[in-house]
Nanobody, 122 residues
Framework: VQLVESGGGLVQAGDSLRLSCGAS????????MGWFRRAPGKEREFVAG???????TYYADSVKGRFTISRDTENTVILQMRSAKPEDTGIYYC?????????????????WGQGTQVTVSS
């Protein structure tokens, strides 16, 4: 089982960025998915989550209204970032959880990707 993130990079404040997470090794249609990030010198934090049928989405207050999580296919999850801020800088990880509902707690997830770096300059 493998999760691979892509789409990270360097953008300016106010720009948009689209992160993608591709899963392989099994079908993830019965997995909820989440995005987390780790900013320099900080703990990993929840960013967004989506249920396995894409019927429910969840967001951290810091990104609500700016980020959108979606399932492009049963094995691909997208995090659309808009109005990026310097405080959005960090390594972004996607994760899969063998339950219907996503969770804001990293310990609840079963599989993780290696992460993709996002840097937002002011």
């Amino acid at each position: 089982v493998q999760l691979v993130e892509s789409g990270g990079g360097l953008v300016q404040a106010g720009d948009s960025l689209r992160l993608s997470c591709g899963a392989s090794g099994r079908t993830f249609d019965r997995y909820s998915m989440g995005w987390f990030r780790r900013a320099p010198g900080k703990e990993r934090e929840f960013v967004a989550g989506i249920s396995w049928n894409a019927g429910s989405t969840y967001y951290a207050d810091s990104v609500k209204g700016r980020f959108t999580i979606s399932r492009d296919t049963e094995n691909t999850v997208i995090l659309q970032m808009r109005s990026a801020k310097p405080e959005d800088t960090g390594i972004y990880y996607c994760a899969a959880r063998r339950t219907f509902t996503a969770s804001p707690f990293a310990g609840d997830y079963d599989y993780w990707g290696q992460g993709t770096q996002v840097t937002v300059s002011s």
